[in-house]
């Protein structure tokens, strides 16, 4: 799951290192953050931490926060949901409250694009004395680290995968086997069409396809390193991976009628997991924050087995330019702190804690070196294993073949005006007769004028 619904990859645990550091999950607060961050003794402070958690996700969160506020009795934390389930909302908020002048402390950015974006307009706080005076080499500590001009501007809180979602009960019932890494898209279309089944109001298609970018060109936003511009600076809008997806999509929809109709997406405003839950459709791309859904019953009530697959790689002559053999984009959320943060000793020791602590409330992998995955993701299993065919998920995170793409050497800032042009281009292409030659046509234009107005390279 915008800026640019893009996976985000690695692992959680706990440091205790360095001074500012010291009590991520334990440790003694003689240090002088926490002395600092008690104001020399006027009282605890109060920092805010702000986010997009949905319901289940805000238990976990909360739950954590409460045990960071036990260790650190000076410090309390106030946890602000701006917008409930809905990041591409909450950083509209998020821009709001900034431009308003309220004090931002600490705060969850859904990708990398985000805190770019933030950072280069001077939103953000650098993290670099804080670094220094904890001793923490970041490359040492997390997967990916936001850098700009040498400047460090967060934390990876959590890394994610990306993968298929597939009701294995409608795999035993078709034939189909649970795929494993190394099918395609064409083998992905193939497998949708056998999986729909029924009419109208029963009818269940075999995929589901979301309205964020990763929906409209999956190759590009998980075997690309960035889902926007190539190593040079260009905009990949180019690429021959927007001439092989859109069309497969626009062919599923209309020719095989194994996708719920774009339109219909749209104007219902459905949500995603539920489409899978309820047994709408058969398979859904989507992100390793999902994992707790399957086992949480009282959520999304169902039967079946939930099974993984890894994302699917273009198949031979539809290959994105500067193709990997099949790596994944790995990025993750990233937690930062706002430049107008009253209290920024109080607000770095929140986010490491946040980073690096291996709490059992913690629902998604950390994106942070030292942790344990295969643990937490038996902690996330818990007593509904029957519920998930554990083979293929574990196969499908930890598998031999499963390596992950460098990170770009590019820094896009303008990811929001760039989604807009994806999003533009695909409706254009989807709800009318435009051909993909003209549609696409646009959208390089459109794209170009972007990046020669506001990027370096």
């Known amino acids: 799951m915008k800026q640019s619904k893009r996976k985000f990859t690695a692992v959680a645990g706990l440091l205790l290192a360095g001074t500012v550091a010291l009590s991520a999950c334990g440790g003694n607060s003689e240090n002088s953050a926490s002395s600092n961050a008690a104001g020399n003794n006027a009282g605890p402070v109060t920092i805010k931490y702000y986010n997009w958690d949905n319901e289940a996700q805000s238990v976990a969160t909360d739950a954590m926060l409460d045990d960071f506020m036990k260790e650190n009795p000076d410090i309390k934390v106030e946890h602000v949901v701006l917008v409930p389930g809905d990041s591409v909302e909450m950083l509209k908020k998020l821009d709001f409250l900034i431009s308003s002048g309220e004090a931002v402390d600490v705060v969850a950015m859904p990708n990398l694009g985000a805190v770019y974006e933030r950072a280069t307009r001077g939103a953000l706080a650098p993290l670099n004395d804080f670094y220094k005076q904890g001793n923490l080499v970041p490359e040492d500590e997390y997967y990916v680290n936001p850098k700009i001009d040498d400047n460090y501007y ?7 995968f990306n993968y298929v979602l597939l009701n294995k009960d409608a795999l035993d019932e078709t034939g189909l086997p649970v795929p494993s890494y190394g099918w395609t898209w064409d083998d992905y279309r193939d497998y949708a069409k056998k999986l729909t089944k029924g009419e109208g109001v029963d009818k269940r298609y075999g995929t589901y396809f979301h309205t964020w970018e990763l929906y409209m060109n999956a190759p590009a936003q998980t075997v690309m390193k960035d889902p926007f511009r190539y190593d040079d600076g260009s905009t990949i809008l180019s690429d021959p991976s927007y001439k092989y997806f859109f069309q497969l999509r626009k062919d599923m929809e209309n020719t ?38 399957v086992g949480n019953q009282e959520q999304y009530p169902h039967t079946f087995t939930t099974a993984f ?6 198949p031979a002559g539809a290959e994105p330019n500067n193709y990997e053999d099949g790596k994944y984009f790995t990025s993750g959320s990233s937690v930062v702190m706002g430049e107008s943060s009253k209290n920024k000793e109080a607000s770095f020791k929140l986010m490491r804690y946040m980073t690096t602590c291996d709490s059992d409330k913690r629902t998604e992998f950390s994106g942070w070196k030292k942790a344990d995955n295969k643990a937490l993701l038996d902690r996330i299993i818990g007593q509904n294993k029957d519920l998930y065919d554990v083979d293929s998920l574990q196969s499908t995170l930890f598998g031999d073949n499963i390596k992950y793409l460098d990170a770009s050497s590019v820094i896009t800032v303008s990811t929001s005006e760039l989604t807009k042009v994806i999003d533009d281009g695909f409706s254009k292409f989807m709800l009318s007769n435009e051909s993909i030659d003209d549609v696409q046509k646009w959208m390089v234009d459109e794209a170009t004028k972007i990046i020669n107005e506001k990027e370096n390279k």
């Open 256 to 293: 095989d009628k194994s996708a719920k109709p774009y339109a219909d997406v749209l104007a219902a405003k459905l949500n995603y997991r539920t489409e899978f839950f309820n047994e709408q459709a058969a398979m859904i791309l989507t992100g390793s924050f999902t994992i707790p859904d």
């Open 154 to 160: 967060g934390m990876q809180l959590t890394s994610s």
């Open 309 to 314: 697959a890894p994302v699917p790689l273009p």
